[in-house]
């Protein structure tokens, strides 16, 4: 692959407002990363956009959003996919790696001296005690999340949508059956209905 | 895989297949990770995993990163670095030839197909996230009803969620949970 191959990948077709004006280099690259994801409690996402489209203009919203739906659809962390991707379009895959260690390499860090500290002080009674009461929260939160992504489909009235939905909570949650087993029944079915209601929409 | 076989291998191997079946992100693989760390592997207990879980998103970064505690519990420092490539490297390089291909073929309508059908599928995931995580963390009815007065807050207002994780861990040293 050609290191310096960035300038090609940059798609800008419409965009008057805000072209990038220099590209990031890789140091940049490292640190705007690495700020996002240590300011990013519970998701890195909205600061993410808020780095990229608002603080270093290195993007436009639409941009943004086309970048992000690809990383959504791709499988594994989504902010992680972003990070590659961006840090590709503008310097390649050195590009690419430097922006993956800025939003992976510090909180890393963070999260080993935690995993450290929870291995020799986790059966404190009072530390277990505060982690039982922020982990009821956090599902709370996780929980809260869930609402708001079902909430476009129930005003959507999707209701093939909230099938699919139901039929992989209860094979997942309850029957607790194995991750790829679900998603090679699921996904082609999936995408087989998503197909077939588009084509009849636009018949 | 199982015991007898190298833990730093066992990590790779099961971070490295699950990366790749992670549709939704980080915390639709929760369930998932729930079955082979806890019932699986038996890298570690129910509790303990509402544990990891509550560190995790009380933790900067990417929500991604509660395999870097698993990896750590299993196998220390290495272990917390290999189940974090493991479950971010292969996907990466995944991201990175899909983007390129993308962004060089005409605008085609499959993305937006794609992507239409997994929206129900990774919500159904997260679903199945909070209910076996609030079977692991809600031992007790004044657990429950944190977790669905935190759900409750963070839905309907703006409050900035580590409010609540304070909140959740204040009531929990006072005993209440």
């Given at each position: 692959?050609?290191?310096?191959?960035?300038?090609?990948?940059?798609?800008?077709?419409?965009?008057?407002?805000?072209?990038?004006?220099?590209?990031?280099?890789?140091?940049?690259?490292?640190?705007?990363?690495?700020?996002?994801?240590?300011?990013?409690?519970?998701?890195?996402?909205?600061?993410?956009?808020?780095?990229?489209?608002?603080?270093?203009?290195?993007?436009?919203?639409?941009?943004?959003?086309?970048?992000?739906?690809?990383?959504?659809?791709?499988?594994?962390?989504?902010?992680?996919?972003?990070?590659?991707?961006?840090?590709?379009?503008?310097?390649?895959?050195?590009?690419?790696?430097?922006?993956?260690?800025?939003?992976?390499?510090?909180?890393?860090?963070?999260?080993?001296?935690?995993?450290?500290?929870?291995?020799?002080?986790?059966?404190?009674?009072?530390?277990?005690?505060?982690?039982?009461?922020?982990?009821?929260?956090?599902?709370g939160l996780l929980?809260?999340?869930?609402?708001?992504?079902?909430?476009?489909?129930?005003?959507?009235?999707?209701?093939?949508?909230?099938?699919?939905?139901?039929?992989?909570?209860?094979?997942?949650?309850?029957?607790?059956?194995?991750?790829?087993?679900?998603?090679?029944?699921?996904?082609?079915?999936?995408?087989?209905?998503?197909?077939?209601?588009?084509?009849?929409?636009?018949? | 895989?199982?015991?007898?076989?190298?833990?730093?291998?066992?990590?790779?191997?099961?971070?490295?297949?699950?990366?790749?079946?992670?549709?939704?992100?980080?915390?639709?693989?929760?369930?998932?990770?729930?079955?082979?760390?806890?019932?699986?592997?038996?890298?570690?207990?129910?509790?303990?995993?509402?544990?990891?879980?509550?560190?995790?998103?009380?933790?900067?970064?990417?929500?991604?990163?509660?395999?870097?505690?698993?990896?750590?519990?299993?196998?220390?420092?290495?272990?917390?670095?290999?189940?974090?490539?493991?479950?971010?490297?292969?996907?990466?390089?995944?991201?990175?030839?899909?983007?390129?291909?993308?962004?060089?073929?005409?605008?085609s309508r499959w993305?937006?197909?794609?992507?239409?059908?997994?929206?129900?599928?990774?919500?159904?995931?997260?679903?199945?996230?909070?209910?076996?995580?609030?079977?692991?963390?809600?031992?007790?009815?004044?657990?429950a009803v944190v977790?669905?007065?935190?759900?409750?807050?963070?839905?309907?207002?703006?409050?900035?969620?580590?409010?609540?994780?304070?909140?959740?861990?204040?009531?929990?040293?006072?005993?209440?949970?």
């Amino acid at each position: 692959m050609p290191p310096d191959s960035p300038p090609v990948a940059v798609p800008a077709p419409d965009l008057p407002e805000s072209a990038p004006s220099t590209p990031p280099g890789l140091i940049a690259l490292f640190v705007a990363f690495a700020k996002m994801s240590l300011a990013g409690f519970g998701g890195v996402l909205v600061w993410a956009r808020r780095g990229i489209v608002d603080q270093h203009r290195w993007m436009t919203a639409n941009e943004f959003n086309e970048t992000f739906a690809l990383c959504h659809f791709l499988p594994g962390p989504n902010v992680v996919n972003l990070s590659v991707v961006f840090g590709s379009r503008f310097r390649g895959i050195p590009g690419a790696l430097a922006a993956f260690a800025g939003l992976l390499g510090p909180p890393v860090v963070i999260v080993t001296v935690l995993a450290a500290l929870y291995a020799r002080y986790g059966e404190i009674d009072a530390l277990r005690r505060i982690l039982a009461g922020i982990s009821c929260a956090a599902v709370g939160l996780l929980i809260s999340a869930l609402f708001r992504m079902m909430m476009p489909l129930i005003e959507r009235r999707d209701l093939i949508g909230l099938v699919i939905l139901a039929a992989v909570f209860v094979a997942i949650g309850l029957l607790r059956l194995p991750l790829p087993a679900v998603l090679l029944v699921a996904i082609p079915l999936s995408v087989a209905i998503a197909f077939f209601i588009r084509r009849r929409a636009a018949s | 895989m199982n015991s007898d076989t190298n833990p730093i291998l066992s990590l790779a191997w099961t971070f490295g297949v699950m990366s790749l079946f992670a549709v939704g992100g980080a915390n639709a693989a929760i369930p998932e990770m729930h079955r082979l760390a806890v019932d699986v592997q038996h890298w570690m207990t129910d509790k303990q995993f509402a544990d990891v879980f509550a560190i995790s998103q009380l933790s900067p970064g990417p929500n991604v990163l509660i395999v870097t505690l698993i990896g750590y519990s299993v196998a220390g420092v290495a272990g917390a670095l290999v189940a974090t490539l493991a479950m971010c490297g292969p996907t990466a390089v995944l991201a990175y030839y899909v983007s390129r291909l993308i962004t060089r073929s005409s605008h085609s309508r499959w993305p937006a197909i794609i992507q239409a059908a997994l929206v129900p599928l990774s919500i159904g995931l997260m679903g199945a996230s909070g209910l076996i995580l609030a079977l692991a963390a809600d031992r007790t009815w004044a657990g429950a009803v944190v977790t669905a007065v935190a759900a409750v807050l963070a839905f309907a207002t703006r409050l900035n969620p580590l409010w609540l994780l304070l909140a959740g861990g204040c009531l929990g040293f006072a005993g209440v949970i």
